[in-house]
C-alpha cells in the first residue's frame, strides 16, 4: 500500500515525518499524471501545488479552519488529501467535479470556478467567525495563477486591511516566474520576528504613542516606519506593497519545500491577524513534458500519453469554433488596420493568440479583469478603433455593468465573440455558458448573432465588426463545429430558411448549432405528417421581421436554443409576436433555470430534454392535441392505427 492510499483526511498527515511528507507529495505527483492522463483536466496547476496544500493541511485543520480556493481548478491535491482518491471519472457524470463542490466533501467550501473572488469570501468568513465567537477558527484563502490580475481581489485586500484582529492568512501561489531557492537566513529571521505577538503589540502601541503626540507625532511616526520599510523591502520586494496595506507578509519561500511551507504557515497562524504568504512553485513541477509546455504548462489537458504528454486525440477531424474564429480574426486584421483584439487572460483558449503573433501591438491581454477590459474596448472605440473583445461566454457575467453603461450607453462599436457558450461539459455548474442571452438580450441596441456552422460564423464575424453604432455579440459553444447546413434560401433580413413544408404546421425556430437539432425535428414531424418549416435567424436580437411574418403564418412556433429558457430568444420572440398582434402559439425550449452539474454536451442535453426525439414527441403531442384544423384531420386520420408514435432508431 502507498502512503497516499493511507490518507482518508488531513489528520492522517499528522503523524509523518519529514521523508514520508517528501514522499507523499512524489506519490501525489505521480498519481496525478497517471489519472488526468486517462480523463483529462487541470495537470499543470496541480503538479505545482503538491507540497503547498500538504502543508496548509498539516498545519490547519479543516474544516474547522476554511481553506478557500481561488478558481479552483488547483484543488484536486486537496481532494486527494480529504479522502477523494477515486479519479476514474473526474469531471464525468457520476465523478469528481473539476474544482472544489460542497456536495463531494465537507472541506470544499467555494463551488465557483470564477477567478478573485476568494479573497472576498475570506474577508466575509473571517468577518463571520470574528463576530460569532469562532476565535478559535482561521481562514486560508490560495491565491495566485493570474488571480491577482483581478481589481476584486485588490478591493478585497483593501478590505482585509481595515481589520486586524481577524485570523485570515493569504497564501499566494506564485507560479508566474521561475522557481526561487527557500529565503535566507535573515529574511527567515524577520519573519519570525514580524510574526511574533510581541511585536504586534509593540506595532501597536508605538503606534498609539505616535498618534497622542498629534500631527507632528504621526508624521514622524510614518518616516520611522517608512525608513523600516525601506530596508525589509531590500530583503524581501513584496514587503513594502503589503505592509502599505497593513497585512503582514512572510517570503517568498519555496513552495516546493514542505517543511519550509508548514514553518511559514506556522508563524503566520500564530499571528492571529491577516498575514500574506508569498510561496514560489513551479506549474507542472515534476513533469518533464509539462514544463517544456511554453504555451502553458499543461494547464488543462485532454488525454494525453502520460510518458511522453502527447495527445491522444485523434489528428485532423472537424475544426473548432475557437480555431474558425482564430483564422478569421487574422484575416480580417490582415484586411483592417482598426480592428484591435482584446482577452482577460484567455489569449490561445479564446483563439486571439494568431493575431497577437501577427500583429502584437494590436491584441492586449489584461489578465483576469473582464470588466476593465470591456470599458477598455469602448474607450477604444471612442479612440476610431473596432476592439473585438474574446471571452469565455461564463465570464461576460462579470462584466454586464460595463457592457450596458460604457458600450451600449455610448453606443460604442465593441464586437463581443463568447466562446464556450451554451453548455460546456466537464467544467460544471460556474462554467456553462448559458446565461448569455438571456442576459445580453435586454442591453439596448445590442446586436446578438449565433452562427450554426463555420461558413456563418465567419460571415457574421465579418458583418459584426463592420458594426460601429453599438455592441454586437458572436456566440458559439465548446468543441468541434461539425456540419455544415446550407439554406434553401435566404430572406431579405438575413433569415436562412433552412427546410420548407407545404403544410405550414409548424415553424421551428433555431438559435445557432441547434440548427441540426431542428432539422431532425422536422424529419421525425414529416414522418407522423406534421409539416414544418426551420429558420435560422442568424441574427437573434433583434428579432428580424420575417420571424414574426413567418410564425404569422403557422399554427405553432417552437423557438429551440441552448441558452436559459427564462428570458431567453424564445421569450423574446413571444413578445415581439404579441406586440405586432400575432397570437401564433409559441413553446419556448431551452435550458431550465438552474445550475447544471457537470457531464458531456450530449448527455446534458438529453437530460434537459434537448434532443431531437424528446422534442419531436411533445410537438406532436401539442399539435394533436390542439384546436387547429390540420391537426384534428391527422388525428382523425390515425385513429384505425392507434396512437402517434415518434420512436426512431437513433
Not at 476554511?66 to 476514474?88: C, E, M, N, P, W
Not at 438552474?594 to 414527441?617: N, V
Request: aromatic share 6%.
Amino acid at each position: 500500500m502507498t502512503l497516499l492510499e493511507t490518507i482518508s483526511g488531513p489528520r492522517d498527515l499528522d503523524g509523518l515525518s519529514r521523508a514520508e511528507l517528501v514522499q507523499l507529495a512524489t506519490e501525489v505527483r505521480g498519481f496525478l499524471v497517471r489519472e488526468i492522463s486517462k480523463t483529462g483536466g487541470h495537470l499543470g496547476p496541480n503538479l505545482g501545488v503538491v507540497e503547498l496544500t500538504i502543508a496548509i493541511h498539516r498545519v490547519f485543520n479543516s474544516p474547522t479552519d476554511a481553506i478557500v480556493f481561488d478558481t479552483g481548478h488547483q484543488s484536486y491535491v486537496h481532494k486527494l488529501l480529504t479522502g477523494r482518491q477515486d479519479f476514474s471519472l473526474l469531471r464525468q457524470t457520476h465523478g469528481l467535479a473539476g474544482y472544489p463542490q460542497r456536495s463531494e466533501s465537507e472541506h470544499d467550501i467555494v463551488e465557483s470556478s470564477h477567478a478573485s473572488s476568494s479573497l472576498s469570501w475570506a474577508d466575509g468568513i473571517s468577518r463571520a467567525f470574528q463576530m460569532t465567537g469562532q476565535t478559535n477558527r482561521h481562514v486560508i484563502a490560495v491565491v495566485g495563477d493570474g488571480a491577482l490580475t483581478g481589481g476584486m481581489t485588490w478591493e478585497a485586500l483593501n478590505n482585509i486591511s481595515d481589520d486586524n484582529t481577524r485570523k485570515l492568512i493569504i497564501v499566494v501561489n506564485d507560479n508566474g516566474r521561475s522557481y526561487a531557492p527557500t529565503i535566507g537566513g535573515m529574511a527567515r529571521f524577520l519573519n519570525t520576528v514580524r510574526t511574533r505577538a510581541s511585536y504586534r503589540d509593540a506595532y501597536l502601541t508605538s503606534r498609539q504613542v505616535f498618534d497622542k503626540l498629534g500631527a507632528p507625532g504621526r508624521a514622524l511616526y510614518r518616516g520611522v516606519r517608512g525608513g523600516l520599510h525601506g530596508f525589509l523591502s531590500r530583503v524581501t520586494n513584496n514587503e513594502a506593497l503589503y505592509s502599505n496595506l497593513d497585512i503582514k507578509y512572510i517570503g517568498p519561500v519555496d513552495g516546493h519545500d514542505v517543511e519550509a511551507m508548514r514553518e511559514a504557515l506556522t508563524q503566520a497562524k500564530n499571528y492571529g491577524a491577516p498575514v500574506i504568504v508569498h510561496a514560489i512553485t513551479q506549474k507542472g513541477r515534476g513533469y518533464s513534458p509539462a514544463l517544456l509546455d511554453e504555451a502553458d504548462q499543461f494547464h488543462a489537458v485532454g488525454q494525453i500519453d502520460p510518458e511522453t504528454g502527447e495527445s491522444l486525440a485523434g489528428a485532423g477531424g472537424a475544426a473548432s469554433w475557437t480555431s474558425v474564429f482564430a483564422d478569421e480574426m487574422l484575416d480580417l486584421a490582415t484586411q483592417d488596420s482598426l480592428l484591435v483584439g482584446i482577452t482577460a487572460a484567455m489569449l490561445r483558449p479564446t483563439g486571439l493568440h494568431k493575431m497577437a503573433e501577427r500583429f502584437p501591438d494590436r491584441v492586449h491581454d489584461v489578465g483576469i479583469a473582464e470588466q476593465h477590459a470591456v470599458t477598455s474596448a469602448a474607450g477604444l472605440a471612442f479612440g476610431g478603433l473596432h476592439p473585438v473583445v474574446a471571452l469565455y461566454a461564463t465570464f461576460i457575467n462579470r462584466a454586464f455593468d460595463q457592457v450596458l453603461m460604457d458600450v451600449a450607453l455610448h453606443r460604442a462599436g465593441v464586437t463581443f465573440v463568447l466562446d464556450r457558450a451554451g453548455v460546456t461539459g466537464p467544467d460544471g455548474p460556474s462554467h456553462h455558458g448559458m446565461w448569455d442571452l438571456a442576459i445580453l438580450q435586454v442591453v439596448p441596441n445590442i446586436r446578438l448573432a449565433a452562427p450554426r456552422d463555420s461558413i456563418r460564423l465567419r460571415e457574421e464575424l465579418r458583418e459584426a465588426v463592420r458594426v460601429d453604432d453599438g455592441p454586437t455579440v458572436l456566440r458559439y459553444p465548446k468543441g468541434s463545429v461539425g456540419v455544415e447546413f446550407e439554406a434553401i434560401r435566404r430572406l431579405a433580413d438575413g433569415v436562412d430558411i433552412l427546410q420548407e413544408s407545404t403544410e405550414q404546421d409548424v415553424l421551428i425556430v433555431t438559435v445557432g448549432p441547434m440548427a441540426g437539432t431542428g432539422l431532425d425535428v422536422a424529419d421525425r414531424l414529416a414522418a407522423q405528417g406534421i409539416g414544418a418549416t426551420v429558420v435560422d435567424p442568424r441574427w437573434v436580437v433583434p428579432v428580424p421581421r420575417s420571424i414574426i411574418d413567418l410564425a404569422a403564418g403557422h399554427r405553432l412556433v417552437v423557438t429551440i436554443e441552448d441558452g436559459i429558457r427564462v428570458g431567453g430568444i424564445g421569450t423574446r420572440i413571444r413578445q415581439d409576436l404579441r406586440a405586432a398582434g400575432v397570437d401564433t402559439a409559441v413553446t419556448e425550449l431551452g435550458l431550465p433555470d438552474e445550475f447544471l452539474d457537470h457531464g458531456t454536451r450530449a448527455e446534458i442535453l438529453a437530460a434537459t430534454g434537448l434532443t431531437p426525439q424528446h422534442i419531436a414527441r411533445d410537438v406532436v403531442a401539442m399539435v394533436l392535441g390542439s384546436k387547429l384544423p390540420h391537426a384534428r384531420a391527422l388525428a382523425e386520420d390515425r385513429t384505425e392505427t392507434g396512437p402517434i408514435s415518434v420512436t426512431r432508431s437513433e
